[in-house]
């Protein structure tokens, strides 16, 4: 279970990194940051902004990942908040390709961390906290030995 726990730590700890760069990313290039827009094309500075906004949330996403990894096993109400909010996010990019044709492969890749990866690390975060816990009410337990 220990194993398992630190893999997991491990795991989070480098897809955390993901959110955290590209939200710093956007917010300090913002809009002109996406490939195909040059530096010279006029952008909608309200476009921009918000752009720069999303990204700072993507920024807390991933700090409040980081905030996961030590005593991950139990901390299974905010992985899950945090799952959602991904996972809402991805739907919404989902929507957007259904709605306006297919983005670059960044964003495809996005939308699989978002849909695919982000649920299934929150899968195994329940996973291991299951263990834990009944690892420790087989060690309390009344009458119980392991």
Partial sequence: MERERRILQRTVAVAAIV??????YGVLFGIHGIGGLGGGTPV?????SHF?????????????????????????????????????????????LALTGVPSLTMLAALALELVVT?????????????ARDGRQG???PGTQR
């Fill in 44 to 48: 909608n500075i309200s476009a921009d």
């Fill in 52 to 96: 720069r906004y999303l990204s700072g949330l993507l920024t807390g996403i991933g700090i409040l990942f980081f905030t996961c990894v030590p005593g991950i096993e139990d901390k299974s109400r905010l992985f899950r908040f945090l799952t959602l909010v991904v996972g809402l996010g991805g739907l919404a990019r989902l929507l957007g």
């Fill in 119 to 131: 649920p299934l690390l929150c899968l195994w975060q329940m996973r291991v906290a299951r263990l």
């Fill in 19 to 24: 959110p955290v760069l590209a939200g710093l």
């Fill in 139 to 141: 060690l309390t337990g």
